[in-house]
């Protein structure tokens, strides 16, 4: 077994050559452009492409201090809001760029199914379902906010209109043609980028 450690790295860097180095770092930061692309077609307020890029690379190192979904979300929220987007709409962005996310990634699963073998057993597939309990706790939770809102108006008065502008968000992008290019071309771009 090899060790790994800083003298390595020193000195596989010192047998590099100098050209190879740069056009790696050069081809790396090409992710975050395409990262940028897609998150500006996931909002429908028009952002400039140059912030959007810097916020991919500020997200790289909100992962690393953070590794959970919530730093990624917070900074994308906080950030729509400083350039101007209604905050449900910043909320919805990120469903929106999730969604087409995995969209992307499903649609590439496709492509490469007819060159690849795989055998799967029925017994290989091992997965836990929710247990009854907690699906009827969940259900219960959402009957009683669902009540709360028909039955107490002053709750309704503040949960409901940003609830209607994060959907109008949603439904925003589909209809708009370069929206949908940018957030499947950035996604395409930024998935085939980092394999």
Same mark, same amino acid.
């Given at each position: 077994m090899q060790k790994i450690g800083f003298g390595t790295i020193a000195h596989e860097l010192r047998q590099a050559q100098v050209a190879?180095? /740069?056009?790696? =770092?050069?081809?790396?930061q090409l992710t975050f452009v395409a990262g940028g692309v897609s998150f500006r077609g996931a909002v429908p307020t028009p952002l400039p492409l140059l912030p959007c890029v810097v916020l991919q690379s500020a997200i790289k190192f909100i992962n %690393? *201090?953070? $590794?959970?979904s919530a730093g990624r979300i917070g900074i994308n929220v !906080? #950030? %729509?809001? !400083?350039?101007?987007?209604? *905050? $449900?709409?910043? #909320?919805?962005?990120?469903? /929106?760029?999730?969604?087409?996310e995995k969209i992307v990634e499903i649609g590439l699963v496709l492509l490469t199914l007819p060159f690849v073998h795989i055998a799967v057993k029925a017994s290989d597939l091992k997965g836990g379902a929710p247990s009854g309990r907690l699906i009827v706790a969940v259900l219960v939770v959402l009957a009683l906010i669902v009540v709360a809102l028909l039955l107490v108006p002053v709750? !309704?008065?503040? /949960? =409901? $209109? $940003?609830? !209607?502008s994060a959907f109008s968000g949603l439904w925003r992008w589909p209809r708009n043609r370069q929206k949908r290019l940018e957030l499947f071309g950035g996604h395409s771009a930024w998935k085939f980028s980092t394999r």
């Open positions: 190879w180095i /740069v056009v790696g =770092l050069i081809v790396a %690393l *201090t953070a $590794p959970s !906080r #950030f %729509l809001q !400083r350039v101007g987007a209604p *905050t $449900p709409q910043a #909320f919805a962005a990120g469903a /929106v760029d999730d969604v087409s709750i !309704r008065a503040k /949960v =409901l $209109p $940003p609830i !209607r």
